[in-house]
């Protein structure tokens, strides 16, 4: 009987092992590799200019396997527009994993999208996107992973290289922080369906809505008058990759700066919740950044956008310069992100 990919996944992890802990010599090529640790020894300061993290090592190995008809279609140049883009649901190129990348190819794309995810996440995450991205004809987990598209974004000589995975609920990056000053490789989307398009007020099994109970909680701790601020009646709406635009005025809601210091502590500790999804560099990255402009923000609630109208706030928005933190709840979960560093915005 044939092995799904899921079960090559988990047998090919020692292999992986092996290969990241002498890949600076073996299978990755000296060009591409002295690209990728350049950039993350100038990020890290002292570290090993070797010592890549394990998502960007396999991306280096997936780039190293492509074959030049595949690199005409899944490899750009850096600075095209796609790299920024991001939906709520697409694909990056027409080609799909199934159809351009063979069973070896496909395993090292499905661990890099698990290794972008916290070990308490990658199996949560992983089910999000197999149950959203479902269709009459893509019903096994395999199948549906088949759907997915997947891009490289490079400079001629490497020094930049980003990977991008997309689908339905799902636009995911791997920079090696080829972007300094921008986390998660740039704007972010993540969602789920998980009880139908339209969930109950409660979002019954859906993934992220812990995190919407982590910002009611900070809500139920302001002032009355605190809280008459952040309630606004109609959040921003979505408009694909304009959608995380970063503006220097024109804010509402409840600013951080009239929060008192234990509050604003206390939106840190949320931020560490929303945060928990993804890998450890990427939240330490974006906490530093957030953590620097956290007198600079906006926390926002939507009063028509409250499913249920309970009173439990399901569409909320952290919003300063630098950043966005877009959650809507409503019919069911979509969440944006984009986070620079405060200068860089």
């Not at 899921?6 to 990755?28: K, M, N, P, Y």
């Not at 530093?288 to 009063?303: D, G, K, N, S, V």
Request: hydrophobic share 35%.
């Amino acid at each position: 009987m044939a092995e799904t990919l899921s079960t090559e996944l988990s047998s090919d992890i020692q292999t992986r092992r092996t290969f990241l802990a002498g890949a600076s010599h073996t299978v990755v090529g000296s060009s591409i590799l002295t690209g990728f640790s350049t950039i993350v020894a100038n990020e890290a300061g002292s570290r090993d200019a070797n010592a890549l993290p394990r998502s960007e090592m396999l991306v280096l190995r997936l780039y190293e396997s492509l074959s030049e008809h595949q690199k005409n279609k899944v490899v750009k140049p850096y600075d095209h527009p796609l790299r920024s883009r991001v939906e709520s649901s697409w694909h990056i190129i027409d080609e799909r994993v199934g159809d351009l990348f063979d069973r070896s190819q496909q395993l090292l794309i499905r661990e890099i999208f698990m290794s972008l995810h916290s070990p308490e996440f990658r199996n949560k995450t992983w089910d999000q996107f197999v149950h959203d991205n479902k269709t009459s004809k893509a019903k096994t987990p395999d199948d549906v992973f088949a759907t997915a598209s997947i891009a490289i974004f490079a400079t001629p000589n490497l020094d930049k290289v980003e990977f991008v995975f997309t689908g339905r609920h799902c636009t995911r990056r791997c920079d090696g922080n080829a972007q300094p000053g921008t986390a998660f490789g740039g704007p972010m989307f993540y969602g789920h369906a998980a009880g139908g398009y339209y969930e109950k007020p409660e979002h019954p099994g859906n993934v992220y809505w812990f995190q919407a109970k982590q910002v009611n909680e900070l809500y139920q701790k302001l002032e009355a008058d605190q809280q008459k601020k952040a309630v606004l009646e109609n959040s921003r709406g979505e408009d694909g990759t304009r959608t995380v635009s970063l503006r220097d005025k024109g804010f509402e809601g409840l600013a951080t700066y009239d929060m008192s210091p234990e509050q604003r502590k206390e939106l840190l500790r949320v931020i560490e919740a929303l945060l928990l999804p993804f890998r450890e560099e990427d939240r330490m990255e974006a906490l530093r950044m957030i953590e620097a402009q956290i007198t600079e923000l906006y926390l926002t609630f939507y009063r028509k956008e409250d499913v249920g109208e309970d009173g439990i706030w399901d569409t909320w928005q952290i919003e300063g310069p630098s950043m966005l933190w877009y959650f809507r709840g409503a019919p069911h979960v979509h969440c944006w992100v984009h986070v620079k560093e405060p200068a860089l915005a």
